[in-house]
């Protein structure tokens, strides 16, 4: 008798959750650096449920934004990264959404507009708080020549 749906997804949450939670007992890893896995959990369905209906693409949003934001948390968690550092990925994670919906959906040309600018936007302050202050500046006078260079054609 084949398992069904409605049993298997309950089944592997409970064994997700009991490895997280079992974790800090073999690891170095304590359960205060464990907890972005409930952001991530939620990110990873939306991105398996998509896979299993390719045709729901919408799915990917959500899949986006919690996957990223809970690599963000994980990077603070772990001390690899800050908030002062990081917190333009809370522009982006939308802007890959709307990407991946574009790239694996119909591809959809309205998808690429707030893609692009949120993308662009969360770059912009990416290198803004980064240490190389200059590196922006020049990316913006590259990213307009390029206009006005394809505008002569």
């Known amino acids: 008798m084949a398992p069904s749906r409605k049993s298997v997804f ?3 949450l409970l064994i997700v959750l009991g490895i997280v939670f079992l974790l800090p007992n073999f690891t170095d890893l304590r359960a205060r650096e464990l907890w972005p896995v409930f952001i991530l959990a939620p990110g990873v369905a939306f991105f398996f449920m998509y896979s299993r209906e390719r045709s729901n693409y919408g799915l990917l949003m ?5 996957t ?4 963000m948390f994980f990077s603070m968690t772990l001390g690899w990264a800050s908030m002062q550092t990081i917190w ?3 522009i982006m994670a939308p802007g890959i959404g709307f990407l991946l919906m574009y790239l694996l959906g119909k591809r959809e040309k309205g ?3 707030p893609a692009g600018i949120l993308n ?4 912009i302050f990416l290198l803004g708080v980064s240490d190389y202050d200059y590196l922006w500046p020049v990316i ?3 990213v307009g020549l390029v206009f006005l260079l394809s505008a002569r054609n």
């Open 88 to 90: 333009p990925l809370f």
């Open 62 to 66: 959500p899949a986006a934004i919690l």
């Open 140 to 142: 913006l006078i590259v």
């Open 120 to 123: 662009a936007l969360g770059l």
């Open 111 to 113: 998808l690429l507009i």
């Open 10 to 12: 309950p089944g592997i």
């Open 68 to 71: 990223v934001i809970s690599v």
